[in-house]
Each structure stands twice: as C-alpha cells, then as structure tokens.
C-alpha cells in the first residue's frame, strides 16, 4: 500500500464514530460464579478496584446518559440486601421509600429495587455527592451468586433509565449459573 492510501484508510478509520463500530459488549460477562449478556447498546467502559464492570447507557432523546455499575466483593463482603437497598435509597434526597420486588432467575434470589428523585450523585472514595441531579432514577438487582452477592445499579436521567428497563431486565433475566 502506498502512503497516500495508508493515509486515506486511517483517516476513514478515524471519521468512525464509536456507535457506528459494533458493540463487543454482547459478549457475557462474569462475576461471583454467574455470567450475564450485556445488552448490544450498551458500551462496555473499565472496571475498577470497585467496580466489576461499568457499561454506558444510550441516553433517551433530550436526556443525559446513564451508567450501569456491576459490583463484587466476594462472599460475606460489600453488606447485606438490606443494607444495599438503603444504601441506594440515601443516594437520593431524602432518602425516598424505593420499591422492591424479589424474585427467582436462574435458581438464584434476585432483589430489585427502584428510586427516583434528587440524585445525590455519590463519588470518590468517601462516596461524597458530586452534585445534585433532579429528575434521575436507580434500578438496581442484587443477585444472591454462588461466590457472593453480585450488585447492578444503572443510574440515569429518569428518561434514560425508562428507555433502558427492558434492556436492563434482559441483563437479568440472562444471569446464569457458570
């Protein structure tokens, strides 16, 4: 290939925005002895020393973006259900009633609950607000694993969080046992 070629293809390359390159986040994903399909809209971002995985949430039309963070902390680690339900719940000004549902996926308990209001947006290693967000919204699913409980809590625009609950009760519904 000659340079002036070399030069026109790496040049398209980079005119591609990341949406238009297929997501290779339809791969599953694992923790704490379960795996999970990752919707094929959502993009995978890094992990972190907390996180197991975070994956960005297209947002709905006029709104923000949203996130979805996977936690594990290994068996007997991170708090109990009810501490974590709490614990979300606080994130939000003050610390409104969320709703919950339990259910079975793959013979494993699996607790949901859902917030909304003023998102205090928790971050930094003392979990410190970053600022007050209105109008946002919490899903979240505690997955009672084989290693440990595994936790998924997608935070967004209200609208974002609506557009992605049946992609985020797909996630769910996928967890199977390794």
Known sequence: MSLPSTAALAASLL????????????APA???GIHWTV???WTS?????????TYAVPAAKGADPGECAVFFFGRGQGGGIEDNVARWAKQFEGAPAPKRTTA????????????????????GPMMQSTGKRTGYRLLGAIVEAPEGNVFFKLTGPAATVGAAQADFDALV????KK
């Open 15 to 26: 005119t591609l925005a990341p949406a238009a390159i297929p997501a290779a986040s339809a």
């Open 30 to 32: 694992a923790a704490g």
């Open 39 to 41: 919707p094929p809209r």
């Open 45 to 53: 971002g890094a992990g972190s020393a907390m996180r197991v995985a």
């Open 104 to 123: 079975t996926v793959a013979g494993m308990r699996v607790t949901r609950a859902e917030v909304a209001g003023t998102y205090l947006a928790p971050g």
């Open 173 to 176: 519904a996928s967890i199977k």
